[in-house]
């Protein structure tokens, strides 16, 4: 950047300005040259993002399928408001039973949901791999394309089905307490 | 008359001055600034000059049919304060940018609110797919500027999840509504 242009036509003007602000003008002309260059360089064409520096790598294909499908009300890391059931070291402990696998695919927002049976299942995998992976028994076997079609045919009583599964880990010793499932209402799942 | 001034070209000057003022009436001096003010207004009408904004214009549409989003085809990456920034393809409501807040961030005084619908835009620049975060900015009254309705992956109120007709300021402090952000969350490989 040029710190003083001085137009011929004006000197008795602009000169003595020059004079006075001059090194002001060319710490100023400093200053934003370092900053431009201290700004890192982001991977989107944006006018925020290039003052930003934000750099995004690309999510995998699970991963975006939760970011359309989950994440605007179970959040980015799996937790939310107490309106919403936390996933995050939770929903492993589901498929420590049978009727616990089951009963994770054929919640509403996962049977109902518009994506394919094979979109589901890879959801599914992703997510208890990513956000219970502790909870996961250690013979978790990942759901198939299959398994997952046949599921989500059937429709559940959701929120009994639930307290039941949950009592059934309690019995089984699956889980140290019944509060680490529990929801702030009865009629949530 | 012997020139007062003594540097060369301020005696030029001065001989200018002296001659114009000799010459020329106030009445004449005004109605040319008139004649120069009126032709430099009109030099913007002329072809040439639109051309050159055209080419250097940042809020000018991409060519039409480029991309499979209509919204895309006009979108531009530079003003959020515009309807057509790349990131409102499915923004209905204020935008944040013109109530005092950014693109992804709420004005002082309103909150974000924790829950969020997502949806994915294409950026007109590198042609890829970003998904953005539709997040509502809650506790003050309807921001009332910047009007935008982009629509697309827009579902009727009875898919809640992927509506934007609805206020998503669930789980926030406030349920009121006063504009919506659009915050980068990932990009699509």
């Known amino acids: 950047m040029t710190p003083a242009i001085v137009p011929s036509a004006l000197p008795g003007v602009v ?99 518009p994506s394919s049976d094979q979109d589901i299942a890879e959801l599914m995998n992703w997510l208890l791999n990513t956000y219970s992976r502790a909870e996961l028994p250690k013979d978790f076997q990942p759901y198939s394309t299959e398994e997952v079609a046949l599921l989500r045919k059937a429709r559940i009583d959701v929120a009994a089905d639930r307290r039941r599964i949950v009592e059934q880990l309690l019995v ?15 009629s949530l799942y | 008359m012997k020139p007062i001034c003594t540097s060369r070209f301020d005696r030029l000057i001065e001989n200018l001055s002296r001659t114009a003022a000799q010459r020329l009436s106030r009445r004449s001096f005004l109605s040319h600034c008139g004649t120069w003010l009126v032709a430099a207004s009109a030099i913007p009408l002329l072809p040439v000059s639109r051309q050159a904004q055209a080419s250097d214009n940042p809020h000018k549409p991409k060519a039409a049919g480029k991309f499979a989003s209509e919204f895309a085809n006009h979108a531009q990456t530079t003003d959020p304060t515009k309807c057509n920034y790349w ?90 509504y006063h504009c919506s952000s659009a915050g980068l969350v990932g990009l699509v490989e």
């Open chain 2, 87 to 176: 990131r409102y393809c499915s923004s209905d409501g204020y935008m944040c940018a013109c109530c005092g807040g950014g693109p992804s961030t709420c004005p002082p005084g309103t909150s974000p609110s924790p829950t969020s619908w997502v949806g994915s835009c294409i950026n007109p620049d590198d042609g890829k797919t970003y998904l953005i975060a539709y997040r509502d900015c809650c506790g003050q009254d309807s921001c009332g500027r910047c009007s935008c309705l982009g629509q697309e992956g827009d579902m009727p109120s009875y898919r809640p999840q992927v509506n934007n007709d609805i206020v998503w300021c669930f789980g926030a402090s406030s349920m009121v």
């Open chain 1, 15 to 113: 000169a003595p300005l020059t004079a006075r602000y001059g090194v002001a003008m060319l710490l100023w002309a400093a200053a934003s040259t370092a900053q431009a260059q201290n700004a890192p360089a982001t991977n989107v064409p944006d006018a925020i993002t290039r003052k930003t520096g934000l750099h995004l790598e690309p999510m995998p294909r699970a991963a975006r399928l939760y970011a359309e499908n989950c994440q605007g009300c179970h959040g980015p890391t799996g937790v939310s408001v107490t309106e919403i059931p936390t996933l995050a070291g939770r929903i492993g402990y589901f498929a420590r039973t049978p009727e616990g696998r089951r009963y994770l695919v054929q919640v509403p927002n996962v049977a109902l949901n």
């Open chain 1, 172 to 186: 089984l010793e699956q889980i140290p307490s019944a509060d680490v499932l529990a929801t702030p209402h009865s």
